[in-house]
């Protein structure tokens, strides 16, 4: 059972680097989730209406320089340790290769990550590479057009799988594939997902779909379990558990074999199962919105800005300040003082998945 700490004593200086992003239940928030935009050109029904959202004014959203800023301030000073861009869509933003690149002239050794719906990654693919992006995540959920139209509501597959194969070839690490799945719409889909996966070398990643969808359609019936997810894979492959540390990861990772060549390591799938098997007791994460707000949790109600001391001529130490006390109150579990999507307590987040930077 996790302990609460006693009262926050925020330091400045050498003193919070020593003590970093730490919250209430003696978590320490190492990797730092940063969204670049909170525009994006697809429109997945789990995430966003089909019209879109508000857009933010270019003017609200982060700049290259307050960006790059902010990363040294969590990395010189609040020790984080590896840095993941997402959004929205991180590709649209025209500036994201410099973002990358003045982020790696500053830190040579953090490793920097990106999550994308894979749009024009063919065109930017070695550009990412070569600016010093260390890996990609790529999302997609299902191999038939005409079901990626309809989770997406756009007919874009063709360019996401050239995306995938353009980050595959300029060698930008090991690719991983995000899926979620749909009742009644991709579930079926999952061993075919997973066979295309593993014969190109790719990690899949099957995620539970959470209650931050703009149209507040989710149920927790409705919803596919990761129990499901591994009996369905088990009817075509035999799973078993990585054997390798987890370190706080939210995927839990199997290895594939086929049941007929056991001795045969395939590959390996991760279930990302924040709904029925939480990770909240090991998080190590801090969320930056892309307009500058602290959110400790992926569901958390309250926000922090650090916009608003970026533009006013505040220091570094006074800008790792308010984010080490954005951060003590992180709650304990999906933005509660207990794990439980669909408890009756639970209140979504105003902000979608694409708002919040997932
Ligand atoms: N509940 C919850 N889900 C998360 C959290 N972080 C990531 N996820 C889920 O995991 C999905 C995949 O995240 P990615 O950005 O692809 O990467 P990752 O799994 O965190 O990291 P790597 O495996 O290192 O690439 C997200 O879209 C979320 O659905 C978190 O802090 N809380
Ligand atoms: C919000 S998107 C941002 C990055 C990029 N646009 C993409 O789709 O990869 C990051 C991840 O969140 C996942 N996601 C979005 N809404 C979700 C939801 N309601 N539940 C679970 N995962 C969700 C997507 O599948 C995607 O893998
Ligand atoms: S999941 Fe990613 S690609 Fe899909 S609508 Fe949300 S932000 Fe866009
Ligand atoms: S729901 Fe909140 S506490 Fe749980 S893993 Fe996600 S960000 Fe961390």
């Known amino acids: 059972m996790a302990i609460r700490l006693g009262s926050p004593y925020f330091r400045t200086g050498a003193d919070a680097q020593q003590s970093g992003l730490l919250d209430s239940y003696g978590r320490r928030a190492t990797d730092m989730r940063l969204s670049l935009t909170d525009k994006c050109n697809l429109r997945c029904t789990y995430c966003m209406p089909a019209e879109g959202l508000q857009w933010l004014q270019k003017d609200q959203v982060l700049s290259r320089e307050e960006i790059v800023r902010l990363v040294g301030i969590g990395v010189d000073l609040l020790g984080i340790r590896e840095l993941r861009l997402t959004g929205g869509e991180p590709l649209v933003r025209a500036d994201l290769v410099d973002i990358i690149a003045d982020i790696r002239a500053r830190h040579p050794e953090l490793p920097v990550s990106l999550t994308t719906n894979g749009l024009g990654l063919d065109k930017k693919a070695q550009r990412l590479k070569d600016a010093g992006l260390t890996r990609i995540n790529v999302s997609m959920d299902s191999l038939h057009p005409d079901t990626f139209a309809q989770l997406t509501r756009r007919p874009f597959l063709d360019r996401v799988l050239r995306g995938i194969e ?177 408890a009756p307590d639970f209140v979504q987040p105003d902000r979608s998945m694409s708002a919040i930077g997932g």
Do not use: Y
């Open 166 to 342: 353009a980050a595959a070839a300029v060698g930008l690490g090991l690719v991983k594939i995000n899926a979620v799945l749909m009742r009644g719409i991709n579930d079926h889909e999952a061993p075919d997902l997973l066979e295309w996966a593993v014969s190109r070398g790719f990690e899949l990643r099957f995620i539970e779909q959470m209650p931050l969808d703009a149209d507040h359609g989710w149920t927790r019936d409705g919803m596919i379990t990761a129990a499901e997810i591994r009996d369905r894979l088990s009817e075509r492959f035999l799973l078993t558990p990585d054997p390798r540390n987890r370190d706080g990861a939210p995927a839990e990772r199997w290895e594939v074999r086929r049941p007929e060549a056991p001795d045969v390591v395939l590959g390996t799938v991760g279930i990302i199962a924040s709904v029925t098997e939480p990770f909240c007791s090991d998080c190590r994460r801090t969320r930056v919105t892309a307009e500058g707000k602290i959110m400790s949790c992926l569901f958390s109600r309250e926000e922090t800005d650090l916009r608003d001391l970026l533009r006013s001529g505040a220091d570094d130490d006074a800008i790792a300040q308010r984010w080490q006390e954005a951060m003590w109150a992180k709650p304990k579990a999906h933005g509660m003082g207990h794990t439980g999507l669909g």
